[in-house]
């Protein structure tokens, strides 16, 4: 009669005991290796992750290390046997040599609340750009100070070609018709220079203003320079 009691007993509880299961986070693969990666791109990866456990999975948050990013989880609530697509991105730029990263999940699993996932790549050096043509301006930021409205302003930036080939100036742009800008020579030689002349008129102007000169160029890693001019225009009596 005692040992009917407890069988009965025992079987009873099983679904209670089933309400009591916890979930269990787990990877497909927890580390994947790039390869050979060229620097300045972006390769991508998808990690699975999957439930084994009994019970309800929640991803709460998906944190990546520096210079990687991870999306969310194609979904955050994984029941029983199912499983979800997390895709990192990883940048190289100004990057090289072996990269290791870690992205971080944290769930509801009692003995798993942090699951790491890691990947490595090994980034080779872009060579090209070592000979390319290196924009350098004599200065990026004018203050005009005070000026009275109506005035032209004149003022010089000179443009040089630290790379080892030649540069070529595409354009200048000015952020409104009351700057004009010039340059001197649109080809400057490897050690070479030119100037860029400004013409700031402050015509129909007063108070605080700031205004920009673009310059486009052929330098790859640079292809747009901005020069930004201040001023504070009084009003014409």
């Not at 040992?3 to 693969?29: C, E, H, R, T």
């Not at 000026?147 to 030649?166: C, L, R």
């Not at 160029?217 to 001019?229: A, G, K, M, Q, Y």
Request: aromatic fraction near 6%.
């Amino acid at each position: 009669m005692k040992k009917l009691l407890i069988f009965l007993l025992i079987i009873s509880s099983l679904p209670v005991l089933a309400q009591f299961g916890n979930p269990k986070i787990s990877a497909q693969s927890d580390k994947y290796d790039f390869g050979e990666v060229k620097q300045n791109t972006t390769v991508t990866h998808e990690f699975t992750i999957m439930n084994n456990g009994n019970a309800d999975l929640v991803i709460k948050k998906v944190k990546a290390s520096c210079g990687c990013t991870a999306a969310k989880p194609t979904k955050d609530l994984l029941k029983p046997g199912e499983s979800a697509k997390i895709k990192v991105s990883f940048n190289t730029d100004r990057r090289k040599g072996l990269q290791r990263k870690h992205v971080y999940i944290f769930s509801n699993d009692p003995k798993t609340p942090e699951l790491r996932l890691t990947f490595t790549a090994k980034v080779i050096e872009d060579k090209s750009k070592e000979l390319a043509p290196k924009i350098k301006l004599s200065s990026k930021r004018f203050n005009l100070g005070n000026i009275q409205e109506g005035k032209v302003v004149d003022f010089k930036v000179k443009v040089i070609n630290e790379g080892k080939k030649p540069l070529q100036i595409k354009k200048v742009v000015a952020s409104c018709g009351c700057t004009a800008a010039l340059m001197t020579n649109k080809t400057i030689m490897p050690g070479g220079s030119g100037w860029l002349n400004v013409k700031f008129n402050s015509k129909k102007m007063h108070g605080k203003i700031a205004r920009t000169v673009s310059v486009y160029s052929n330098d790859p890693r640079h292809p747009v320079e901005v020069i930004t001019l201040f001023a504070n225009i009084i009003k014409g009596k």
